[in-house]
């Protein structure tokens, strides 16, 4: 009766076009009406603990920062280096296209803003190139997953507040898996391209590629800065976002000279109110968690999953399932903020790390980013193009299948995620 208050008040406001935060906060209370499993006191004290968190301070900065250098010529600079690196080789501009997804995605650490920055330049390059432009736009749609995937991410910044994890360590454990989607989506593309005779129109010259990164250089020392700062032990993970905003306030404003006054103020006022949204959905977020320690709900579940099976590869192949799911219908925030720490304690259960996990989950919830009906890169790319919904997702399903297949990977192999933090411990 309790839960069928909970989830069915939360799944009644979903329906009805409620804001994310008033779906999680009403059914509390409601519940407490009920069955009095604590104190309205302290539901609203656990409402402040959710984001009286040092680590939240990252999320807003983090945005700024990448914000900042989307605007700032970064984008054309970053594909400028990674199409000087490649070369001519077969399918040389898709291989681009994912390269400079990578490169961007360690800046912004969005996916949506991955899309629009880099399929701008890269899909009128790709369609003169003899690609067709449903590939093409669902190659770029794919990719901008990578905007969460590399690190920075904002989604590992919300799991590891959520679940008290280190965010720099989730930075760190996500590098291998980032390259190893990237490559799979660079062996999806070298076939399509090969089957086509589509070649690249450049040939690899050193000094040429040289010339790119060094052009692009004060865009490619920013990912140095956050990662090699927090594993030197310089700064946090929020003293890096800090450190990064002002370097991409230096560099966008005064070095590049592309980001005025005018529009960092815009910028600071729309992370501003993206921030206070955020902490709307983690506040209440926060408390539900609580609630449902008090009621028993994550043993329960625990024990159902258990109780199907307790090996590894199955119980993470149905959570992976169940993530799917979610990220076809739900949007990465609320996603992690609700579901990541009871299916936590499952994947803990069979002998998966808080770090794995955080990795698995982002790479899922990248899925979620691709595939219908949320499928946000997809809007993104079809609001460029003009082109039909259907037309985008089909070519670009053997490139979600990668990103399936890198995420089986992740899920069932530890040494890809916790490996490199594990090395330079």
């Known amino acids: 009766m309790d839960l069928l208050v909970l989830f069915g008040t939360m799944i009644l406001f979903f329906a009805i076009g409620v804001p994310i935060g008033i ?14 499993v604590t104190s309205a006191s302290f539901l609203a004290q656990s409402f402040y603990t959710g984001v009286a968190s040092s680590s ?61 920055a880099i399929g701008a330049i890269m899909l009128p390059e790709m369609v003169r190139n003899g690609y067709d432009k449903y590939y093409a736009t669902g190659l770029c749609a794919t990719a901008g997953g990578l905007g969460i995937i590399v690190p920075p991410s904002y989604p590992m910044v919300i799991y590891g507040v959520t679940n008290n994890e280190s965010i720099g360590d989730l930075f760190i454990a996500g590098i291998v898996p980032a390259v190893l989607v990237g490559v799979l989506l660079m062996l999806v593309n070298y076939i399509y391209c090969k089957k086509r005779g589509i070649k690249g129109e450049n040939k690899f010259e050193l000094k040429t590629a040289l010339k790119g990164f060094w052009d692009a250089k004060w865009a490619l020392l920013m990912p140095v800065i956050i990662l090699g700062g927090i594993y030197s032990g310089i700064f946090t993970a929020t003293e890096a976002a800090v450190v990064a905003t002002v370097y991409g306030i230096i560099i966008g404003c005064f070095v590049y000279k592309e980001v005025t006054f005018k529009q960092l103020w815009v910028e600071f006022k729309s992370t ?66 609700i579901f990541s720490p009871v299916l936590l304690n499952v994947a803990k259960s069979v002998g998966v790390s808080s770090l794995q996990f955080g990795v ?37 399903i053997p490139f979600i299948g990668m990103l399936i297949l890198a995420l089986f990977a992740v899920a069932f192999v530890p040494g890809l995620s916790v490996g490199l933090v594990q090395l330079l411990k």
């Open 23 to 36: 779906c999680l906060i009403f059914p509390c209370f409601l519940l407490l009406l009920v069955n009095p």
């Open 56 to 116: 939240m301070i990252a999320l807003p900065f983090f945005m700024i920062c990448g914000n900042i250098m989307d605007k700032g010529g970064i984008s054309k600079r970053l594909v400028g280096a990674a199409n000087n690196c490649i070369g001519g080789i077969t399918g040389s501009l898709g291989i681009v296209t994912i390269l400079a997804c990578m490169l961007f995605g360690a800046v912004s650490g969005s996916a949506v803003a991955t899309v629009a």
């Open 272 to 337: 501003a109110t993206f921030s206070g949204g955020m902490m709307w959905t983690v506040a209440p977020a926060t408390a539900i968690g609580l609630i449902f320690t008090y009621m028993g709900v994550n043993k329960a579940i625990a024990s159902f999953f258990l109780g199907i099976s307790t090996n590894t590869y199955v119980v993470m192949s149905l959570i992976i399932i169940i993530l799917f799911f979610i990220g076809m219908f739900m949007q990465t925030t609320p996603a992690i903020v």
């Open 360 to 396: 698995v989950m982002t790479i899922a919830l990248a899925v979620g980013f691709c595939t219908p009906p949320v499928c946000a890169n997809v809007f993104v790319a079809q609001s460029m193009t003009g082109l039909p919904m259907d037309k985008i997702v089909k070519p670009a």
